[in-house]
């Protein structure tokens, strides 16, 4: 993702030289606002991937589901008062109780599912980040933009700088076939992984503003009259 660094660096250059010169010398073209994890979150390209995650390794997901309801099974009857968690002395009683060693070992077969299908989800990302960056590019160019800022570089804009919606139209525009499966030896680079956990925290919100929408909607609509 170099194109990011350069427009950044980009930004921080051109603040200083606006600063420095006269208003008629100042540089000619738009300054941009954009957010690749909240782009790419709901891109086609990664919908598409995440659906083919979930078909591709379908009983890693299956095995986690249920190895999590054991794990779940084993620790419960240690919550005496049932706040979902243990405290001190339910954590002295439960790790001097054999289901301990089977909680241990139900971690270790958890972590290893999870690390495969957290890889797969990762290696998808990387490679629509790649898709992101020449739609970005396409977008720059079209719109004369001198410097595309991040939102948390920004401490005010104006709803026309974001530029999300033109990217992310770009991106479905020209859609990317995305592999699952990591090739040998793939390990997923630092931005990869950060931007992954950004993507699945946005999904999530998402998600919970949409169910919450809907119960709102469901309680707002009038009760059906019955009939005598």
């Known amino acids: 993702m170099k194109l990011f660094k350069q427009t950044l660096a980009a930004a921080s250059l051109m603040g200083a030289a606006i600063a420095a010169t006269p208003a008629a010398a100042q540089v ?3 300054i941009a606002v954009a ?3 909240a782009t790419i979150a709901f891109s086609n390209s990664l919908n598409t991937a995440f659906q083919q995650v979930n078909t591709t390794y379908a009983s890693q ?3 986690l589901q249920q190895k999590s309801q054991q794990r779940q099974t084993l620790v419960q009857p240690f919550d005496t008062d049932g706040d979902g968690q243990l405290n001190q002395t339910e954590m002295q009683a439960y790790q001097a109780a054999p289901q301990a060693q089977q909680v ?5 077969e958890l972590a290893q599912l999870s690390n495969q ?3 797969a989800r990762v290696y998808a990302v990387e490679q629509v980040l790649q898709q992101y960056a020449t739609a970005l590019q396409a977008v720059i160019t079209q719109n004369n933009i001198v410097a595309v800022l991040s939102p948390d570089a920004t401490i005010w804009s104006n709803p026309t700088a974001n530029i999300n919606q033109k990217v992310l139209d770009a991106m479905n525009a020209a859609p ?4 699952v499966t990591p090739p040998q030896g793939w390990q997923p680079s630092q931005q990869s992984v950060g931007a992954y956990q950004q993507v699945q925290q946005i999904r999530l ?8 929408a809907q119960q709102q909607q469901q309680q707002q609509q009038p009760a059906q009259p019955t009939g005598r």
């Open 28 to 30: 000619s073209g738009n």
């Open 35 to 37: 957010n690749a994890p």
């Open 61 to 63: 997901i299956t095995q």
């Open 104 to 108: 241990q070992t139900l971690d270790q």
């Open 117 to 119: 299908v957290d890889a």
């Open 176 to 179: 990317t076939t995305v592999q």
């Open 205 to 212: 919100i998402a998600a919970r503003q949409q169910q919450a």
